[in-house]
Structures are given as C-alpha cells and as structure tokens.
C-alpha cells in the first residue's frame, strides 16, 4: 500500500543537516511497516530493534551513551553490519527504554552521519511524561490513519486520485457516483491499514468490523496497561462516550453526559492520555476569529473526535446494512460521520491550526476554522446535497474572510469567495 508520509521520509534522508526522526502515531496505524518499507526501498540494509520487552537493548542502553559503543552492540545483537552510507538504523517501540531516547542527542552530535528514525505507540505519553530527550536534537512526524486518497489507491482507484490532483472539475463531476461510493466505503472501513488491506483484498465487511474491534479491544487493553490506575476508569468513560458526543446537533463535549454531575477538573487528565496517545482529536473553540487563532482559544469549550473514522463507526455499532442502503446510512449519523471525515483529512496538513467557531450568543457555528498561517478559513461541512449554510451566511456577512468553503456531496463552484468543495475532493 502507498502512504504519502513516504515522501516525507525521503526528504528526511536528502537533507544536509538531517537529525534522528520520531514518528508519532496511534497503535496500529502503521508506522512499523512505513519504517520498515522505507528501509527495504531506500537502503541496502535494514536494522530493526524493538525495545519492547527487550531487556538486551535496555542494559545495552542503561550504562554510558557513547554511539561508537552502542553501534557496536546492536552489531553483536542483529548480526548485521552497520554502515553510515546504506544502513537504516530503526528502533521500534523506543519509550519502553528511556535511555533510547536520550541517545538520540548522542547520535546527533557524534554522529550525524548515521539515519535513526524511531516510533512507538504510547511516544506521545513518554514525552510529556518527562522522559528526557533533547529539544533541538531531533526531527518529528506525525503518522495517522490512512486518508481517503490513500484508500482510492489502497482499492485500485489510482487513475481517480490523479483526476483529483489534476482538478478538472467537469471530468471530476463526471465519475462523481464512483467517488460518492467509495467515500462511503471509506466512511465504514476507515484508514486504519490493516482494516484497508483486508478490505482491498477481499471485500469482506464482516471481517472489516473484526479486524476494528481487535484493534479497538488493543486499545482498551492499553488503557489498564499504560495509564495510572487512578483515571483508568475516566479514560473508558471520555472514549466510550465520544459516539454519542458527536450524534448530537451541537458536538460541544459535555461533561455531564460522562455522568451526572462530572466537572472538567476529573476528567482533564483522561482526555489528555487519550490525546497523548494519538487516539482523539481535539477541536477547540474559538469566538473571535483573528490571527493567529491559537491566541482566542477557549479552552472550556472544544469537540473530540476518534483517530479513525471506521473506528468511530465500530465503536458506535454502525451496522454494515447502513452503508448497503445507500444514503440510508447518513440518516442519523451523518453529521458526525461527516465531521469526522473532514477532520481526519485536515489533520494530515501539519502546516494548519484548526478550530471551530461560535459567536456568544449561540446561533452561530461554522464547524472548522482554518489557521493556514495567512488568512482564517471557515469551513461549513454538509452530509448530503444541502448548501443551506445559514451560520456561513452570518459569519460572512460579519467577517468578510478572503474565501470561505463549503464541503457537501454537490459538484464543486466558485461564486464570490465561496467555494463548494466535494466531500471526495477534501
């Protein structure tokens, strides 16, 4: 399967002044295989560690830093030489041995020459959790589910991704019921890349649903296994409850809904886990829309979304006759199966804030608002054919932005800085 992160790490390897690498990413969505591939496609050798359970690699690591001697254990360890020209050198799972971390500062100053890239599944936690690694000394990235155009491509739609890159708009409208279906099938499947490689190969929604629900029991076994005991019970509770979050008209979080009488400060810490570990999104809001929009945040107020769409679906028990019936399956979760798409595209941009906007008085929401770093967008998202954009219409006629969009299932038209964007084309 294509992932467009590829690219990325070729980039990473050409650069002059190039630093040891730390992918970020949620379990499961394939950031041992990328590194992996990567190695076999852009090397003559390949050395992988996974600090997991390897208690070699911790005592390797436990006494001094010195590179040249570490080299020289992984040597003895893996059998394989260790070439600064045509070795990448991966170590998997790299928060299970601190000191791991710590080394990347050792390789970057004593040996620059060397291409360490890293990951693990539960990095986001051992960073914030204090674990010491220098700021300045290495290069991160982030790795998320498949997007939609990795999906078409994953499917052996590669012709139609290349239609999309080309933007031309009237043949685009003319294979639109090709893409409507297979966005719906994206809505069901999702990106994670096992889910997406058993459903290239054999089409089976069945076992689709399975292959999510494995990874989302992984998910819940990381939750006792990882996390304090203390707020074990809050994390269940803030992820379970996301579904039904997002079905309601206004996708504001609510603590209430969690349990009677729940207050932000019980709950603060959970949500924090869950965003460290890169299985939630959060969308905070913002009431005046000015640049940058970090700066009128309002930190009480914010929407979460899942890692994964096909995810949220399992998680809801989203029924495979939803997405058989055609539109049938966007009749009471549309919204949020919409909202959730649009989001899991937007976050692959590492190069936007995104946020959401309504006014004091509540009859104002626009559902994105998009920080480029030169000019606020907002973003109005549709589930069906419906352009009623009433709150648009309000924001714009107060605001003026330079260009505001709309994303729906209706053909693409630019009309006076509005653009009609194609749910398929985002």
């Not at 107060?398 to 749910?423: C, F, H, I, Q, W």
Request: hydrophobic share 40%; net charge negative; with cysteine.
């Amino acid at each position: 399967m294509y992932r467009y992160a590829m690219e990325n790490l070729r980039e990473w390897k050409n650069k002059k002044n190039r630093k040891p690498l730390i992918i970020e990413g949620a379990r499961q969505v394939g950031k041992t295989w990328l590194m992996k591939e990567f190695g076999r496609q852009e090397y003559t050798n390949t050395v992988y560690i996974n600090f997991d359970s390897n208690s070699r690699m911790a005592e390797l690591f436990s006494a001094d830093l010195d590179i040249t001697r570490i080299l020289r254990g992984i040597e003895i360890y893996t059998g394989k030489k260790i070439n600064s020209e045509d070795t990448l050198i991966i170590f998997d799972e790299v928060q299970e041995v601190p000191k791991a971390l710590s080394s990347l500062k050792y390789f970057y100053e004593d040996a620059p020459e060397y291409h360490v890239i890293c990951a693990g599944s539960l990095l986001g936690i051992a960073l914030h959790g204090g674990t010491s690694f220098p700021v300045g000394k290495v290069e991160f990235m982030k790795l998320f589910p498949m997007s939609f155009r990795e999906f078409l491509t994953a499917t052996g739609k590669e012709q139609y991704v290349e239609l999309l890159e080309q933007k031309d708009h009237q043949m685009i409208s003319s294979f639109k019921q090709i893409y409507i279906d297979a966005l719906k099938e994206y809505y069901y499947v999702g990106g994670m890349p096992e889910a997406v490689l058993s459903y290239s190969q054999a089409h089976d929604l069945e076992d689709v649903r399975n292959i999510q629900n494995m990874i989302l029991a992984a998910y819940e076994q990381d939750f006792s296994k990882h996390a304090p005991v203390s707020i074990v019970p809050k994390i269940r509770m803030v992820w379970n409850s996301i579904p039904s979050q997002l079905a309601k008209e206004n996708r504001k979080f609510i603590y209430g809904l969690l349990r009677k009488g729940a207050r932000a400060k019980d709950y603060e810490t959970a949500i924090m886990w869950l965003i460290d570990c890169g299985l939630i999104h959060k969308v905070s809001r913002i009431t005046t829309p000015n640049l940058p929009l970090k700066a009128y945040e309002d930190l009480k107020a914010f929407k979460l979304y899942l890692v994964d769409i096909g995810l949220l679906g399992a998680l809801a028990g989203l029924k495979q006759s939803a997405l058989l019936d055609g539109n049938d399956m966007f009749v009471e979760f549309k919204g949020a199966l919409t909202e959730q798409y649009v989001l899991q595209q937007l976050v692959t941009d590492p190069d936007i804030g995104i946020y959401y906007y309504t006014n004091d008085r509540g009859n104002c929401e626009i559902d994105f608002l998009i920080d480029d770093g030169d000019k606020v967008i907002p973003l109005e998202v549709k589930a069906e054919l419906n352009l009623k954009a009433k709150s648009l219409k309000t924001y714009r006629e107060k605001y003026s932005p330079e260009v505001a969009v709309r994303t729906s299932m209706a053909d693409y038209k630019e009309n006076d800085g509005l653009v009609d964007m194609p749910l398929y084309m985002m």
